[in-house]
């Protein structure tokens, strides 16, 4: 039977019917072949946007979107392949720290890096405000790296599921981001055709986060999962939350800075410190690395520590062609021109931080952009001096903002001003660490983590 044209294929869903798997396959292999415009695809995925899709059609647009390009096979190596994911929140960069460390302890992490989105920062952003740095890599560059140091980073190109590359430049500026089918299929495309063996998603809930609530993060999770295991991937998300920055650092090259201080042990920032035990440990149970989390956060502790995973992460930046000198003394040759700080306007306990609006404020610096050809300035960005929950007096720093001229920071600086609220009360302390989801089920944090 031959396949729906474009025009009813859309209206086949815009009337919330449900697709055949061959039509979704040639629908996007039409598109990716330059057959099917991009009108006709962002009609679709507005389509989708509103009907939602069925958990077969999800698999199917996964499949179809992963055979766009090629897969990589890791056929020498003998240790677990892994990798880490998450949904995008501001101040993240645990990839940049428990990828070296998991490569230190034997597991092989091929990583599939992203650029930032809104106000959501990305890894590919961050390696590349490390002079040198290069992101993009053939794949039989990418595959010798693994093997020989267990460890790359590099970002999404024309060969691994282009598809996703495009569909999501037009979701990006056609206000169809947030839907569940349309995340589930352009994460786990790349992830699956990295050729890895085992994954743990970082769901990120709350307002610095795509789901802003725990039930959307929890069908988020849930959907991951099961598409992962459906791939046959030992897979396990986690549901933490992104109410506040993660860290200290929001912004490239200062993310960085805190990524190999943390690497160094010079610093460890309460909630990077837990969230990237509770996603390493979560990931290495399991794919059976170990029997039980605590096992595995004694592992990850000491590979900090020992300096390995430092000596980890520099073997890869090197092999990228980073300079290894910034990295030493964390001097980069470009200075932000301008500098400015946020002080407390009254004394109290800061009662929120609002992850997405001090994202926003680092788009305002150009840490991020807002428009898909913009230029990021790599050592633009936010230092938080307090964080939610701390007391301050008027006139304490609470932030610094960076940038290339005054008129930028002052911008971000009103921003920032409107994310923070001073109370005279503690704020209810939600757990970072919410829920884990398995393919057996969905627990709270704290029994999976005691199990
Ligand atoms: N990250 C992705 O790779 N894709 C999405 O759709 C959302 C977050």
Redesign the pocket.
């Known amino acids: 039977m031959p396949n729906l044209s474009p025009y009813h294929f859309i209206t086949e869903k815009q009337s919330g019917r449900e697709h055949l798997a061959a039509d979704i396959a040639a629908f996007i292999d039409g598109f990716v072949k330059g057959r099917i415009p991009d009108y006709q695809m962002t009609a679709w995925m507005m389509a989708v946007y509103f009907k939602g899709m069925t958990s077969s059609e999800t698999l199917a647009l996964t499949e179809a979107m992963l055979r766009s390009g090629e897969t990589v096979t890791h056929d020498s190596l003998l240790n677990p392949i892994v990798d880490k994911h998450s949904?995008?929140g501001v101040g993240d960069k645990i990839t940049l720290i428990l990828a070296p460390m998991l490569a230190a302890l034997g597991l092989a992490v091929p990583t599939i890096t992203?650029r930032g989105?809104a106000f959501t920062g990305g890894t590919t952003d961050k390696f590349n405000s490390i002079p040198g740095f290069r992101s993009e890599m053939n794949l039989d560059d990418f595959k010798h790296q693994v093997a020989d140091i267990g460890l790359a980073f590099v970002s999404q190109s024309s060969s691994l599921a282009p598809a996703?590359g495009r569909m999501?430049a037009l979701?990006d500026v056609t206000g169809t981001?947030q839907s569940l089918p349309?995340?589930i299929s352009?994460?786990l495309c790349?992830k699956i055709a990295e050729g890895i063996q085992g994954i743990v998603f970082d769901v990120k809930c709350g307002s610095g986060a795509?789901m802003d609530r725990v039930p959307y993060a929890r069908q988020l999770a849930e959907g991951l999962v099961h598409v992962g295991t459906s791939y046959g991937l030992d897979s396990v998300a986690v549901i933490t939350r992104m109410d506040t920055p993660l860290g200290l650092a929001v912004g490239n090259w200062l993310e960085v800075i805190e990524s190999v201080r943390y690497l160094r042990a010079e610093t460890t920032p309460p909630d990077l410190h837990e969230l990237t035990l509770s996603l390493g440990s979560a990931l290495m149970q399991q794919v059976g690395a170990v029997k039980h989390a605590n096992e595995a956060r004694a592992k990850l502790e000491q590979v900090r520590d020992s300096g390995h995973a430092w000596e980890r992460f520099q073997s890869a930046v090197e092999r990228q062609g980073g300079d290894l000198r910034t990295l030493d003394t964390l001097e980069h040759p470009l200075k932000p021109q301008c500098k400015s700080g946020l002080e407390a306007p009254k004394d109290g306990i800061i009662h929120a931080m609002d992850a997405r609006e001090i994202g926003f404020a680092a788009v305002d610096l150009h840490a991020g952009r807002r428009r898909v050809d913009d230029e990021i300035d790599p050592t633009a960005g936010i230092v938080l001096h307090r964080k939610t929950g701390d007391r301050v007096t008027k006139g304490d720093l609470i932030l610094e903002v960076q940038a290339a001229d005054q008129e930028l920071c002052d911008q971000a600086l009103q921003r920032a001003r409107s994310a923070i609220t001073i109370k005279e009360h503690q704020p209810t302390a939600d757990p970072l660490i919410v829920e884990v989801v398995t393919p057996e089920g969905t627990m709270p944090a704290a029994q999976y983590f005691s199990a």
Do not use: A, E, N
């Open positions: 949904t995008g992203g989105l996703d999501y979701r981001v349309l995340i352009s994460i790349k795509f």
